[in-house]
């Protein structure tokens, strides 16, 4: 997958070495449901449940029922007057989990119980968690999901991985991109998003403009980086203006994430693990790159014929755009 990306970027030629790139970071959201403690103790329970029928261990009981009454107190847990049952509904779930856990601990073969001691573990540790705890698992089958805050209104909190993409300033060619593991600040991801443009480039990239996010990052790099603040008293006119332009230049890269979330299926991540989510993240920003270069490669073969169009139908708000792209 790497490789196909740096062929998407290699196609552009030299638009692709612009020395200024843009740097932003973004969520990639992993397929799961919002996360809750109720949810993910009834995971458990039937998970359990379904591990001791696949390998038919007697149980002396399911609590099938009583998860069913449970489940459905737990549906008013932000109602003021009823929060106190939700509460206790869910410590009896919890309960109810930790006596199937330890009954199949007992129950199951060495053999068997060998093979599910991660699985075990693992929803130990969901159940002992409290909601202040730092690195919570929010998800069964995608124990690497973590919680990232950006500060939206509409979507306060996101769940999945950090995603960092470098674009050229002058093209909008995305030449880098990096897919974080663990929770950063974004000043800490510019490194290594960096790194991984240089390798797609035969040219080093010089400057790099960020938002205030990534306060801090300008001893990890060694190209110049540039974010908005007050000017320096040394910096001349020319070299505040120029630093003025570029940061406002660099919001150009916001609608390259927008597209590649809504266009290019960066919105939701299907694909496993951290690996998938590498993947993913790559073969968006090449699908990204392969359409401009489609475009590009259209309008230069097609030209005369798209331009005579565009005259018929009478597309006035289109012919600059156009125009720019023939030239």
């Not at 998407?8 to 919002?34: F, R």
């Not at 306060?156 to 950090?162: D, H, I, Q």
């Not at 080093?204 to 001893?219: F, H, L, M, Q």
Request: aromatic fraction near 8%; proline fraction near 3%; charge should be positive.
């Amino acid at each position: 997958m790497g490789r196909l990306f740096e062929l998407s970027v290699a196609l552009h030629g030299d638009a692709a070495d612009d020395p200024v790139v843009l740097v932003d970071t973004t969520v990639q959201e992993k397929a799961i449901t919002y996360p809750t403690d109720t949810k993910l103790a009834i995971n458990i329970i039937n998970r359990l449940n379904k591990l001791a029928k696949k390998y038919g261990i007697q149980q002396r009981r399911t609590f099938i029922k009583e998860v069913k009454a449970l489940r459905l107190v737990c549906r008013h847990f932000r109602h003021v007057k009823r929060r106190s049952k939700a509460k206790k509904a869910l410590k009896r779930l919890r309960t109810i989990a930790g006596i199937l856990l330890r009954e199949l601990r007992r129950k199951l073969p060495d053999s068997l119980l060998q093979k599910e001691t991660n699985n075990f573990d693992l929803y130990e540790r969901v159940l002992a968690q409290q909601p202040k705890d730092k690195h919570k698992i929010y998800s069964l089958h995608e124990p690497g999901v973590y919680c990232v805050g950006k500060g939206k209104d509409h979507k306060p909190y996101e769940y999945g991985s950090k995603a960092s993409v470098v674009a050229t300033l002058n093209h909008h060619i995305i030449v880098g991109v990096a897919s974080h593991d663990s929770h950063e600040h974004d000043s800490k991801t510019l490194k290594t998003a960096l790194a991984h443009a240089e390798q797609c480039r035969q040219r080093p990239i010089e400057t790099a403009v960020v938002d205030r996010g990534y306060r801090g990052s300008k001893r990890s790099v060694e190209c110049e980086v540039i974010l908005p603040s007050a000017p320096f008293k040394r910096d001349s006119v020319k070299e505040r203006q120029r630093k003025r332009g570029l940061c406002q230049q660099r919001s150009a890269i916001e609608p390259i994430i927008g597209h590649l979330k809504h266009d290019y299926r960066l919105s939701r991540n299907w694909l496993k693990g951290h690996q998938g989510d590498a993947i993913n993240l790559l073969m968006a920003a090449c699908a990204w790159n392969l359409r401009k270069w489609m475009i590009a490669f259209f309008l230069f073969e097609c030209k005369d014929e798209v331009w005579m169009l565009l005259i018929q139908r009478d597309v006035v708000w289109g012919h600059g755009w156009v125009w720019a792209h023939l030239r």
